[in-house]
């Protein structure tokens, strides 16, 4: 009667032997691991940008590069502390300017 109980929940059971490294369930929220790792990301050559966003329907890190060429591609992980990490080329990417004129920001 106890294998009849066991092993169901062995079988019903997602993780196990058959999860692959790194893909834990996450300890910590998505904000603390981006925070966590954004200032060594940024760092990489070719990196302009981090964000929190949405792959296939789940939170993963985003991670921008200003081009196909960056060198950055090959050092960033697919996984972060258990969150998938998408990377995107996105061109440079320039702040704002304030504007002087009407609309052109706060204050």
């Given at each position: 009667?106890?294998?009849?109980?066991?092993?169901?929940?062995?079988?019903?059971?997602?993780?196990?032997?058959?999860?692959?490294?790194?893909?834990?369930?996450?300890?910590?929220?998505?904000?603390?691991?981006l925070a966590a790792h954004s200032e060594s990301l940024m760092a990489l050559p070719?990196?302009?940008?981090?964000?929190i966003g949405l792959c296939d329907g789940?939170?993963?890190?985003?991670?921008?590069?200003?081009?196909?060429?960056?060198?950055?591609?090959?050092?960033?992980?697919?996984?972060?502390?258990?969150?998938?990490?998408?990377?995107?080329?996105?061109?440079?990417?320039?702040?704002?300017?304030?504007?002087?004129?009407?609309?052109?920001?706060?204050?």
């Amino acid at each position: 009667m106890v294998t009849l109980l066991v092993t169901p929940v062995l079988v019903g059971c997602p993780g196990g032997r058959g999860r692959e490294k790194g893909s834990a369930v996450p300890s910590k929220t998505i904000e603390a691991v981006l925070a966590a790792h954004s200032e060594s990301l940024m760092a990489l050559p070719g990196v302009v940008g981090t964000a929190i966003g949405l792959c296939d329907g789940a939170a993963c890190i985003r991670v921008f590069l200003a081009d196909e060429r960056a060198a950055a591609r090959r050092r960033i992980p697919p996984r972060l502390e258990g969150y998938p990490v998408n990377v995107e080329v996105t061109g440079p990417i320039r702040p704002r300017g304030r504007g002087g004129g009407e609309g052109g920001g706060a204050g």
